[in-house]
């Protein structure tokens, strides 16, 4: 009875390990498709950019308006055409990853950020990322973010 209990520990711990290991696999592949977009940034990459959405995703903005907080909605298409023509300096948006929860074909990410333009301090605030996995790999479907310039630290 001893080696029985031996033998499904082993199995147990054995199993835990392969799924902690299939976890940080795809906890790894979603943060790459993030920083995949932000390295897009970086460079004005519009391919590089694109890849990182799919065709359909939806982008908006959490901003204060004459002291009034709304929503802004932007097409993606439009962020990339902004961000991929030339600029004198470059979009640079460092982003620490808080939060990544997965379930699946569905992940949601939380990240802070300070984005800077060239080496300028320009704002700062989080993303909340939500991603599909598909045949592809790991796409964006989701993104709204906050932005402010006090309370940055």
Same mark, same amino acid.
């Given at each position: 009875? /001893?080696?029985?209990? !031996?033998? +499904?520990?082993?199995?147990? &711990? $054995?199993?835990?390990?392969?799924? +902690?290991?299939?976890? @940080? %696999?795809?906890?790894? +592949?979603? /943060? %790459?498709? !993030?920083? @995949?977009?932000? *390295?897009?940034? =970086?460079?004005?990459?519009?391919?590089?950019? =694109?890849?990182? #959405?799919?065709?359909?995703?939806?982008? %908006?903005? &959490? +901003?204060? =308006?004459?002291?009034?907080?709304?929503?802004?909605?932007?097409?993606?298409? $439009? #962020?990339?055409?902004?961000?991929?023509?030339?600029?004198?300096?470059?979009? *640079?948006? =460092?982003?620490? #990853?808080?939060?990544?929860?997965?379930?699946?074909?569905?992940a949601?990410?939380?990240?802070?950020?300070?984005?800077?333009?060239?080496?300028?301090?320009?704002?700062?605030?989080? @993303?909340?990322? %939500?991603?599909?996995? $598909?045949?592809? $790999?790991?796409? &964006? !479907?989701?993104? &709204?973010?906050?932005r402010r310039?006090?309370?940055?630290?």
């Open positions: 009875m /001893k080696k029985f209990y !031996i033998l +499904a520990l082993i199995l147990f &711990i $054995g199993i835990s390990k392969n799924n +902690a290991q299939t976890v @940080n %696999q795809e906890e790894d +592949a979603v /943060k %790459q498709t !993030i920083n @995949n977009l932000f *390295d897009g940034m =970086r460079n004005s990459d519009s391919t590089f950019l =694109r890849k990182a #959405f799919t065709p359909k995703s939806i982008m %908006q903005t &959490i +901003a204060t =308006r004459d002291g009034k907080a709304m929503v802004r909605t932007e097409s993606v298409d $439009g #962020f990339i055409k902004s961000v991929s023509a030339p600029h004198p300096e470059k979009y *640079d948006e =460092r982003i620490v #990853f808080t939060k990544v929860l997965i379930d699946g074909n569905l949601s990410v939380w990240t802070d950020y300070k984005f800077y333009v060239g080496d300028k301090f320009s704002h700062c605030g989080v @993303n909340s990322f %939500q991603l599909f996995k $598909g045949d592809d $790999g790991w796409k &964006i !479907i989701y993104l &709204i973010d906050t310039k006090d309370n940055c630290n």
